[in-house]
C-alpha cells in the first residue's frame, strides 16, 4: 500500500536559513507528489505538486526516485514561511485517493 | 466561483448527543474527502467519496460515525454518541476526480464535545 513519511512533527529554522522539510514516500509505480501547506487561520492549500516542476513562493521540490522522496526546499527561509506544511501522494487509478503524510510544523524564528 | 463550504463552522456538543456536520462540494467535483485535524496535530482521513463508486471508510475510527453523500453533491457527517476524543476540526475536501487532481478544502467544523 502507498505510504507518505514526514520525519519532522517540528522543524525550526532562522530567518534566511535553508530549509528543508523531508518527504519519503512508499509506491512501485509512477506517483503524483504533492505539497499541500496550511497558514494560521487559513484553508489547507496546495503549494505545489511534481508535475508542474514550478516554485512557488521560492520553494521547490524535486522528485527522487531512487531515493524515494519529495523532499521541500527554499534557500532562505521567511517568517511568513511559518505554517504546517503536508506532503501527500496519488496515483493514477481510478479507485485511489490521495495519501496524506501526518505534517510537520515549520516554526521560522526571527 | 464558490469554494467548498462547510456548517456549522463551531459546534458545540454536550458528551453522547449526535451531531451531524455538512459539507457542500464545488460544483462539478466527483471526489469528495472527509478528515480530521486534532489540535496539533496533523490530517487523519476519514471517508473517501469518488461518484457512484462505493465509498472508502476505512478511515473511520469507530462505527458511531458514519457519512453520506447525495450523487455528487452534498455530505453529511454524523458522530453519534459523541465522545471528548471526537473534539477535532472536521475538514471536507472535493477535487475534479480522484486522486492526482488538487484538493479543495473548506474551511472546517470545530466541533468541542463538554
Known amino acids: 500500500a502507498q505510504r507518505v513519511t514526514q520525519p519532522e512533527k517540528l522543524l525550526s529554522v532562522f530567518k534566511g536559513a535553508p530549509v528543508e522539510l523531508k518527504c519519503n514516500y512508499s509506491?512501485?509505480?509512477?506517483?503524483?507528489l504533492f505539497w499541500y501547506v496550511q497558514y494560521s487561520r487559513q484553508r489547507l492549500q496546495l503549494l505545489l505538486r511534481?508535475?508542474s516542476r514550478e516554485s512557488i513562493k521560492g520553494f521547490t521540490a524535486d522528485l527522487n526516485k531512487g531515493e524515494t522522496s519529495f523532499h521541500l526546499k527554499k534557500p532562505f527561509a521567511q517568517e511568513e514561511d511559518s505554517a504546517m506544511y503536508y506532503c501527500?501522494?496519488?496515483?493514477?487509478?481510478?479507485?485511489?485517493?490521495?495519501?496524506f503524510g501526518k505534517g510537520t510544523r515549520l516554526h521560522i524564528l526571527p | 466561483g464558490a469554494g467548498v463550504s462547510q456548517s456549522p463552522s463551531n459546534k458545540v456538543t454536550e458528551k453522547g448527543k449526535d451531531v451531524e456536520l455538512r459539507c457542500d462540494p464545488i460544483?462539478?467535483?466527483?471526489?469528495l474527502y472527509w478528515y480530521r485535524q486534532r489540535l496539533g496535530q496533523g490530517l487523519e482521513f476519514l471517508i473517501y467519496?469518488?461518484?457512484?463508486?462505493?465509498?472508502?471508510k476505512s478511515g473511520l475510527p469507530s462505527d458511531r460515525f458514519s457519512a453520506e453523500r447525495t450523487g455528487e453533491s452534498v455530505s453529511t457527517l454524523t458522530i453519534q454518541r459523541t465522545q471528548q476524543e471526537d473534539s477535532a476540526v472536521y475538514l471536507c475536501?472535493?477535487?475534479?476526480?480522484?486522486?492526482?487532481?488538487?484538493?479543495?478544502f473548506g474551511p472546517g467544523t470545530r466541533l468541542t464535545v463538554t
Open positions: 475536501a472535493s477535487s475534479l476526480a480522484q486522486g492526482v487532481y488538487e484538493q479543495y
Open positions: 509506491y512501485s509505480g509512477s506517483p503524483e
Open positions: 511534481h508535475i
Open positions: 501527500a501522494l496519488s496515483v493514477l487509478n481510478r479507485d485511489d485517493k490521495i495519501i
Open positions: 460544483s462539478g467535483h466527483t471526489a
Open positions: 467519496f469518488q461518484g457512484n463508486s462505493a465509498p472508502d
